[in-house]
Structures are given as C-alpha cells and as structure tokens.
C-alpha cells in the first residue's frame, strides 16, 4: 500500500505527487523510449512515443508481478520541454490509458539528447509492491 505524501498548506500539484511513503519488493525499471518490442520507432509524435514508453515500463513491470499504480517514482528525460508543454493535453488521455489515475512523484528533466537519436523521451521508473 502506498501513501501519498502532502505536506499541510501545500498547493495539490497536478499530474503527479510531492511524495508517496511505501513498503515492500523494490522494482527498478531501465530507461525505457518510444520504440516497440522489437527495438523499432513508430512514430516520431512525442505523444505516441510517451504512450509507447510508458507501455514499455508497465510490460516490464509485469514479469516482476507489478503493475503501473505500484510506481513510486519516475524521472523524465525529453529532448525538448518546449515540445512538451505544447503537447500536454493530448498527452493526459495518453497517460491516464497506461497509468490509470496514478501520479507518482515525477520530475521531468530537459537533456541535450538520447542514446537512440529518434528518441524523443526516455523514462525510468521505480516501483514498490507491497509485501
């Protein structure tokens, strides 16, 4: 079980939480992009590449038996925060398909580039399932 940390007087943020406090079997996830199983873009739509990452990280989240509202964390990489703010209500569907109404601490960080150049994202995530 987890729980979502708030401090008192603290605004709600949206689309993610400051904290979540949690018990039991640590799963990590590697940076996952927006290529499919078989290491291969689809689309270079930053969109459909965030829905494809994000399906990436549930799929490896479920040969450990876990699943997307067991992530106690996640740290975005894009190549483009411009690109991303643009996109966002497009994306809130996209998200809300792969991780339910789940938002767990995140933090969203701009980089030069990836190792794969199409990329456009690139995600890690950690979870936690309880005991």
């Given amino acids: 079980m987890h729980k979502i940390l708030q ?6 943020p949206v689309g993610y939480s400051n904290g ?29 590449q965030i829905g494809q990452t994000l399906a990436n990280i549930s799929a490896i989240l479920e040969q450990a038996g876990a699943g997307p509202q067991h992530i106690t964390s996640m740290t975005w990489y894009l190549t483009d925060l411009s690109e991303y703010r643009a996109v ?4 809130g569907p996209v998200y809300r398909e792969a ?24 995600i890690q995530a950690t979870a936690v399932v309880p005991d």
Avoid at 7 to 12: R, T, Y
């Fill in 7 to 12: 401090p008192d007087g603290w605004a709600k």
């Fill in 20 to 48: 979540v406090e949690a018990r039991g079997r640590l799963v990590f996830t590697g940076g996952q992009i927006g290529w499919n199983a078989q290491g291969e873009f689809e689309s270079d739509d930053l969109v459909d």
């Fill in 88 to 91: 966002l209500k497009r994306m």
């Fill in 99 to 122: 991780m339910g109404r789940h938002f767990p601490p995140m933090a969203v960080v701009q980089v030069a580039g990836l190792v794969e150049p199409r990329a456009k994202v690139e």
